[in-house]
T-cell receptor, first 114, second 114 residues
Framework: AQSVTQLDSQVPVFEEAPVELRCNYS??????LFWYVQYPNQGLQLLLK??????LVKGINGFEAEFNKSQTSFHLRKPSVHISDTAEYFC????????????FGTGTRLKVLA | NAGVMQNPRHLVRRRGQEARLRCSPM?????VYWYRQLPEEGLKFMVY????????ESGMPKERFSAEFPKEGPSILRIQQVVRGDSAAYFC????????????FGQGTRLTVV
């Protein structure tokens, strides 16, 4: 069975500092990987996704993530955060075929400090 | 092109009442998924529907919960005889095709059972 682990439940970081949000997954088959952002009282917005090809994926709002198959990780990074990046970030996986469900991690709350 | 529309955004029900949550998928999308987010947790898959068909309801509680996606109109998630433990955010997602390369999420319905 697939699972997703987001080890950090909260990450405080100062404005303009870099940030990395960690995501590890377990799966016996190849996967699709996603990062979603949830602003307070909002729905989920797709930041970026990895389906195949280049392991470095660039998304919206200056975020990027790197798929590392050997370490089964898909960490999210941003070189310089803004106050407006304060939100909850969810990593999710799905199998390319046979299923359609997303398995979500428990989320990481990013708090950007002035 | 409007996104996935869910209503109501907030719903308060007393224990024992019924809750009806509505989801209108994006235009051209015929696949709908419902997820539940309990406090401090990630999203958990509940059910996958296509028009007039339930494809997978493996994540639905066995009792009191039902879902439909009629030929005309929105998808409905129905919770009968609500209990305090049903308090959660319920998110609907839709996709154009079966599969999981990208699902678009609504803003969710936050159900509070008092």
């Amino acid at each position: 069975a697939q699972s997703v682990t987001q080890l950090d439940s909260q990450v405080p970081v100062f404005e303009e500092a870099p940030v990395e949000l960690r995501c590890n997954y377990s799966s016996s088959v190849s996967v699709y990987l996603f990062w979603y952002v949830q602003y307070p009282n909002q729905g989920l917005q797709l930041l970026l996704k990895y389906l195949s090809g280049s392991t470095l994926v660039k998304g919206i709002n200056g975020f990027e993530a790197e798929f590392n198959k050997s370490q089964t990780s898909f960490h999210l990074r941003k070189p310089s955060v803004h106050i407006s990046d304060t939100a909850e970030y969810f990593c999710a996986v799905s199998e390319p075929s046979g299923t359609y469900k997303y398995i979500f991690g428990t989320g990481t709350r990013l708090k950007v400090l002035a | 092109n409007a996104g996935v529309m869910q209503n109501p955004r907030h719903l308060v029900r007393r224990r024992g009442q019924e809750a009806r949550l509505r989801c209108s998928p994006m235009k051209g999308h015929s696949h709908v998924y419902w997820y539940r987010q309990l406090p401090e947790e990630g999203l958990k898959f509940m059910v996958y529907l296509q028009k007039e068909n339930i494809i997978d309801e493996s994540g639905m509680p066995k009792e009191r919960f039902s879902a439909e996606f009629p030929k005309e109109g929105p998808s409905i998630l129905r919770i009968q005889q609500v209990v305090r433990g049903d308090s959660a955010a319920y998110f609907c997602a839709s996709s154009r095709e079966a599969g999981n390369t990208e699902a678009f999420f609504g803003q969710g319905t936050r159900l509070t059972v008092v």
